[in-house]
């Protein structure tokens, strides 16, 4: 059982390039959602998820997309990559009826935008 | 004024010291209150959770929640080297959603 699982762990962009990361979750999770953890700001959500074919905006969606084509998979865009959007990512999901809103989170990904 | 606020430490005590570690937060709507631990380039693993106000422990760790004064607390005792991550607390922000204070590094040393 992987849980929540994100790749790539690290990656390094220039302004203006394009790129996904990925998510995946094996726990038949109907929520899903992307945050973005800076020094100082804790967890910011971006997007959400409350099943394939639904998404949301979150606090901080600007210059990302999202898509949901299936239970499991939770892709984040980042469509012309600024270096504000240097931060790490975290995908979490969790399921209906945890109304403690009881997270799984993955390992994360560290993005660098040069 | 941000949602949930939290000191960002660090906060250094030595190993058996009780650590208390302390959030405010300005919405009341919503009822659930959590800590999430972060090892360092780890992802957050759920702590604890309470639901309204009181207490709630859970071996040396005791989540207590204030709702007159909006004020979250996590209490450590006999804290442990392996105690010493990032602590967030967070409170639930909607459906399936979090609203988190900002962290606070603790380090236990030996």
């Known amino acids: 059982n992987a849980g929540v699982t994100q790749t790539p762990k690290f990656q390094v962009l220039k302004t203006g390039q394009s790129m996904t990361l990925q998510c995946a979750q094996d726990?038949?999770?109907?929520?899903m959602s992307w945050y973005r953890q800076d020094p100082g700001m804790g967890l910011r959500l971006i997007h959400y998820?409350?099943?394939?074919?639904?998404?949301d905006q979150g606090e901080v969606p600007n210059g990302y997309n999202v898509s949901r084509s299936t239970t499991e998979d939770f892709p984040l865009r980042l469509l012309s990559a600024a270096p504000s959007q240097t931060s790490v990512y975290f995908c979490?999901?969790?399921?209906?009826?945890?109304?403690?809103?009881?997270?799984?989170f993955g390992a994360g990904s560290r993005l660098t935008v040069l | 004024q941000k949602e949930v606020e939290q000191d960002p430490g660090p906060l250094s005590v030595p190993e058996g010291a009780i650590v208390s570690l302390n959030c405010t937060y300005s919405?009341?709507?919503?009822?659930?209150f959590m800590w999430y631990r972060q090892y360092s380039r780890k992802g957050p693993e759920l702590l604890m959770y309470?639901?309204?106000?009181g207490n709630k422990e859970d071996g040396r760790f005791t989540a207590q929640v204030d709702k007159s004064s909006k004020y979250i607390s996590l209490f450590i005792r006999d804290s442990q080297p392996s105690d010493s991550a990032t602590y967030l607390c967070?409170?639930?922000?909607?459906?399936?959603?979090?609203?988190f204070g900002a962290g606070t590094r603790l380090a236990v040393h030996p």
């Open positions: 998820s409350v099943g394939a074919g639904i998404t």
């Open positions: 309470t639901y309204s106000s």
């Open positions: 919405n009341s709507a919503f009822q659930y």
């Open positions: 967070a409170r639930t922000g909607g459906y399936n959603k979090l609203i």
């Open positions: 726990m038949n999770h109907e929520y």
């Open positions: 979490a999901s969790s399921y209906e009826g945890s109304g403690a809103n009881v997270l799984t």
